[in-house]
């Protein structure tokens, strides 16, 4: 690709011809963080109908870039695009290395990143299976993650950005379910999240859990390291709403021992 078939990539991509948004922090973002091997994902991606344009940025992280994208049929998706290049190759490898999900590990930095956005995406399809409310996975391919987008006209807010307007008993029901989210997901599911906070809920019609990314399984060596930092943040973090939780060794023995 040229640099200019490169720009008009993106440019379509995002419908930037038919909108004229040059300075939109859309296209500044696209421009600065798609490299052209991403950029020719999103094309492909584009060229099947996942993404007939992209709408607008959701957030932008260390390892990863969610936007919003509307299908050719008109329905709207939230696309997770990881950087190809990024400084946590280490926790990655570990986190890839450890899964015995996974077989093969790449020794370069843009193929791992490949495999783990494929785990992502194994990781929804898994905790759907055990009931648990997650955005649906639409496809994936590379280093790019189409799946449900979680709002209406914006994102839905993260339950850290709405802890203050919630009323006792909401949060009370909200640390039940997201302790019943742990125990279904290890007990049934055979399977841990490993980032669950207050930071990876979601608040819409019921609370979805997202970012599923370090999620693993129980054979995982790192499996119950993960269920302990789980059970710990969310036991403190629903302590300090006020909340009146569970012992947190009680609960981390009950499941062990179950
Ligand atoms: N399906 C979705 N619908 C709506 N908003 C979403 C969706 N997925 C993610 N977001 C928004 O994007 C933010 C970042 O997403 P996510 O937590 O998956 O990635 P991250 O924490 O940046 O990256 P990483 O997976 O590398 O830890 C979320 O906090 C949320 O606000
Ligand atoms: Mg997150």
């Known amino acids: 690709m040229s640099e200019r078939e490169f720009e008009r990539a993106i440019e379509e991509l995002i419908g930037l011809r038919e909108r004229r948004e040059k300075g939109s922090e859309l296209y500044k973002i696209a421009n600065e963080v798609f490299d052209k091997s991403t950029t020719e994902t999103l094309s492909y991606l584009h060229r099947r109908g996942w993404i007939e344009h992209l709408q607008g940025v959701v957030s932008t992280g260390k390892e990863a870039n969610v936007f919003t994208g509307v299908t050719s049929e008109g329905e709207k998706v939230a696309v997770k695009v990881y ?58 391919r590379n280093n790019v993650l189409v799946m449900e987008f979680i709002g209406g006209n914006g994102p839905a807010p993260r339950l850290k950005d709405v802890e203050r307007e919630l009323e006792p008993q909401d949060l009370e029901e909200l640390y ?59 036991i403190n973090y629903f302590t300090r709403k006020g909340v009146h939780t569970e012992d947190f060794n009680e609960k981390l023995r009950e499941l062990l021992e179950a």
């Open 176 to 234: 039940s379910f997201t302790m019943g989210v742990i125990e279904r997901l290890w007990r049934r599911g055979d399977m841990v999240h490993g980032d669950m906070s207050e930071y990876n809920i979601l608040i819409w019609d019921s609370p979805v859990v997202i970012d599923w990314s370090q999620a693993t399984v129980k054979r995982n060596k790192m499996s119950v390291a993960l269920l302990k930092r789980d059970l710990w943040n969310v």
């Open 83 to 140: 950087r190809t290049y990024t400084t946590e190759f280490r926790r990655i490898w570990e986190y890839l290395a450890a899964d015995p999900r996974v077989g093969y590990l790449p020794k370069d930095m843009r193929k791992l990143v490949f495999v783990w956005t494929r785990r992502e995406f194994k990781n929804l399809q898994r905790a759907i299976k055990y009931a648990v409310r997650v955005p649906e996975p639409k496809i994936f």
